[in-house]
């Protein structure tokens, strides 16, 4: 709870813990004599040193559950590159679990249908998160639900799957507005080499804020 960098008060944390405010002092004091840099004071709050390292933590059979189906999701409904990290987190969660524990990463009592979206809506997907990442134009072609055509250039911000179709929201530079786009009606997509700027108005969270996110 500490190292997500917001201050909290031993109240705040004796309230998810179910413990009492004493047993906080007495456990951040413990923890800061064996030598973890918790930051504060009584009746102020408490936060974590950036840059600390927790080691390894265990979960339960809840987390795990929730942790494997996300990373199942992003297998089956993500692109290539979001496959391949889902599975790189699995393999890190198995090097830290007992034995005991195991099985749970393989039990299927939640399991996500592998259905999965086609393949070419996975690449699309892929570039469109590359472009995003690394703030470059995405030039579009690009067909409504009446099948008209049109190519634009946009401003790529965020991707948002909606379980059943992925979208993608940017400023378009032809319209001069926000606009929202379905993966699987981009007949191409092409990475331009020019990066957008970091224009107010036209970022993330203006588009997030205005009524074109869906």
Known sequence: MLGRGRVLTANTIAERLEVSDRTIYRDVQDLQLSGVPIEGETGVGYVLRRGYQVPPMMFDEEELQALVFGADVAKSY????????????????????????????????????????????????????????????????????????????????????????????GWCELRQDFRNFRLDRINSLRILSSKFPDEPGKRLEDFLASDRRC
């Open 78 to 169: 993500g692109d290539a590159g979001m496959a391949e990290a889902a599975d790189r987190i699995l393999a890190k969660i198995d090097a830290v679990l007992p034995q005991r524990l195991r099985p749970h990463l393989v039990s299927h009592r939640v399991v996500v249908p592998d259905f999965r979206i086609s393949e070419e809506v996975s690449e699309t997907l892929g570039e469109a998160r590359n472009a995003i990442n690394n703030q470059l134009r995405l030039f579009l072609d690009y067909r409504n639900a009446a099948e008209e055509s049109s190519e634009r250039i946009i401003w790529p911000l965020t991707v948002a799957y909606w379980g059943r179709t992925w979208t993608l929201g």
